[in-house]
Nanobody
Framework: QVQLVESGGGLVQAGGSLRLSCAAS????????MGWFRQAPGKEREFVAS??????YYADSVKGRFTISRDNAENTVYLQMNSLKPEDTAVYYC????????????????WGQGTEVTVSS
């Protein structure tokens, strides 16, 4: 099992940047596929980015602005968010699974509690 704790959310003006972190417990973090998702008020949870051994994947809405990375030595996955827009406002969640689940939130086994990001215009 793995436990996930997100941090780094906050209030930022449009055009600004934030870096989210997701710290994972357990000694087998490197075996897990990791993803970031977000959920805005009144909307469904949506895929943001994922990282596998072979590469990184992004939703079209964040491509070129967000970067996902992982540090297996630190058991942490990051989401660097640049050029933030008001429509990026959401609660951001990291997710983990031992099987690659891609953009399908319902298939991930492990979730953090979320960190809130608010982008003001």
């Amino acid at each position: 099992q793995v436990q996930l704790v997100e941090s780094g959310g906050g209030l930022v003006q449009a055009g600004g940047s934030l870096r989210l972190s997701c710290a994972a417990s357990g000694r087998t973090f490197s075996f897990y596929f990791m993803g970031w998702f977000r959920q805005a008020p009144g909307k469904e949870r949506e895929f943001v980015a994922s990282v596998t051994w072979s590469g990184t994947y992004y939703a079209d809405s964040v491509k070129g602005r967000f970067t996902i990375s992982r540090d297996n030595a630190e058991n942490t996955v990051y989401l660097q968010m640049n050029s933030l827009k008001p429509e990026d406002t959401a609660v951001y969640y990291c997710a983990a699974d031992k099987t690659y689940r891609g953009p399908t939130a319902q298939l991930y086994d492990y979730w953090g509690q979320g960190t809130e990001v608010t982008v003001s215009s």
